[in-house]
């Protein structure tokens, strides 16, 4: 089992509507969750923390997350092309090391 | 605030070649990390340092990767020799200091190509 677990997609998405991704971790310790946006041939761009249960909002993005369940989530509200990028989920777990799933990639057709 | 500076952007070398990678981090950041990223899957920890000190590099290959952060700021990331499977995009971040709640903000990396 991988540490942390996305779906890699692609999510197709109409211009406008919401995008859901979720993702899974396996260490029941992590305390601090992260969303990076990456484009193409692009390193990645943090876009939203998370620590504690519940939703986080930040723009049109919202970070949902339940530890008892293992799992974090990102909504795009109101999609637009220029969201279309590989989000990537990112938990620290055991010895502060961040670790990565594999990314999600997102498409926002116009 | 400037971001993380990499160089060279991209590296196109034979097999059997040495190369180094440079990162300078964010100002005031103690801590630097150096991931390597392959295509279709997420940046994985090289080695992180707090400060001048290497604190994890468990997943660095040390029979042929070494870095070095001299004076805590700036850090080189080297591969001697290289190997076709090195290819990959090197990132540098750095975070203000180390622990769970610290945010990494990445630099633009260094694409890497092995003939």
């Known amino acids: 089992q991988k540490e942390v677990e996305q779906n890699s997609g692609p999510l197709s998405v109409p211009e406008g509507a919401i995008a859901s991704l979720n993702c899974t971790y396996s260490d029941r310790g992590s305390q601090s969750f992260f969303w990076y946006r990456q484009y193409s041939g692009k390193s990645p761009e943090l876009i939203m923390s998370?620590?504690?249960?519940g939703d986080k909002e930040d723009g049109r993005f919202t970070a949902q997350l339940n530890k008892a369940s293992q799992y974090v989530s990102l909504l795009i509200r109101d999609s637009q092309p220029s969201d279309s990028a590989t989000y990537l989920c990112?938990?620290?777990?055991?010895?502060?090391?961040?670790?990565f799933g594999g990314g999600t990639r997102v498409l926002v057709k116009p | 605030e400037a971001g993380v500076v990499q160089s060279p952007r991209y590296k196109i070398i034979e097999k059997k070649q040495p190369v180094a990678f440079w990162c300078n981090p964010i100002s005031g950041h103690n801590t630097l990390y150096w991931y390597r990223q392959n295509l279709g899957q997420g940046p994985e920890l090289l080695i992180r340092y707090e400060n001048e000190e290497a604190v994890d590099d468990s997943q660095l290959p040390k029979d042929r990767f070494s870095a070095e952060r001299l004076k805590g700021v700036d850090s080189t990331l080297k591969i001697q020799p290289a190997e076709l499977g090195d290819s990959a995009v090197y990132l540098c971040?750095?975070?203000?200091?180390?622990?769970?709640?610290?945010?990494?903000?990445f630099g633009p990396g260094t694409r890497l190509t092995v003939l």
């Open positions: 990112a938990v620290y777990a055991a010895g502060n090391k961040l670790t």
């Open positions: 971040a750095s975070s203000r200091e180390a622990g769970v709640y610290n945010e990494q903000f």
């Open positions: 998370i620590y504690s249960n």
